[in-house]
């Protein structure tokens, strides 16, 4: 059983980049695709992006131009930043890892989700 | 981007009713469907992956079904703890797009 914890700030200037990190508990942060998804307060999931086991990124459009996943798997964990936030991006972020069966994908492990709140 | 629409956005409900979700895609998905239990305070939960696959160790009145663009959740025998917000998820695609989600209240 995978356990994955985020952390990072919980409070983010408007137009300063959100850091996070999201720590796997396992050695399958090499072998699965990695991902970060948010939930405004209130309101519904949106996909923000993955990284793949090998370092190959994935970016929603509507956040690519402000967004960068990395990976470090010596420290078994991988990170998110956006850059030039605004109140829009107070969420809940969670991280989840992107299981594979046959040729379909789902997010079966989530972290239990980090509140940022973007506010001067 | 594919649009993933649900219905009812609300339902009420009673202990041991059935209960079903729709999730409508705006194109073809074919069978890249999977669905989320969540509630408050926590994580979603996956239930069901590619439109009808148990994920393990959920109960078995959960049930999905569907292809293409029209799908449905099924819960045979509400229990208390099924309470919840329950979404819709496409994987056929990037982005990956969820649906808005259906409040399941006790009624």
């Known amino acids: 059983q995978v356990h994955l914890q985020e952390s990072g700030p919980g409070l983010v200037k408007p137009s300063e980049t959100l850091s996070l990190s999201c720590f796997v508990s396992?050695?399958?942060?090499?072998?699965?695709?990695w991902s970060w998804i948010r939930q405004p307060p209130g309101k519904g999931l949106e996909w923000i992006g993955y990284?793949?086991?090998?370092?190959?990124?994935n970016y929603n459009p509507s956040l690519k131009s402000r967004v960068t996943i990395s990976l470090d798997t010596s420290k078994n964990q991988y990170s998110l930043r956006l850059s030039s936030v605004s109140a829009a991006d107070t969420a809940v972020y969670y991280c989840?890892?992107?299981?594979?069966?046959?040729?379909?994908?789902?997010?079966?492990?989530w972290g239990q989700g980090t509140l940022v709140t973007v506010s001067s | 981007d594919i649009q993933m629409t649900q219905s009812p956005s609300s339902l009420s409900a009673s202990v041991g009713d059935r209960v079903t979700i729709t999730c409508r895609a705006s194109?073809?998905?074919?069978?890249?469907l999977n669905w989320y239990q969540q509630k408050p305070g926590k994580a979603p939960k996956l239930l069901i992956y590619a439109a009808s696959s148990l994920q393990s160790g959920v109960p078995s009145r959960f049930s999905g079904s569907g292809s293409g663009t029209d799908f449905t959740l099924t819960i045979s025998s509400l229990q208390p703890e099924d309470f919840a917000t329950y979404y819709c998820q496409q994987s056929y695609s990037i982005p990956k797009t969820f649906g808005q989600g259906t409040n399941l209240e006790i009624k």
């Open positions: 989840a890892r992107e299981g594979i069966r046959g040729s379909t994908y789902y997010f079966d492990y």
């Open positions: 396992d050695d399958s942060i090499s072998s699965y695709y």
């Open positions: 990284i793949s086991y090998s370092g190959s990124t």
């Open positions: 194109q073809s998905i074919s069978f890249y």
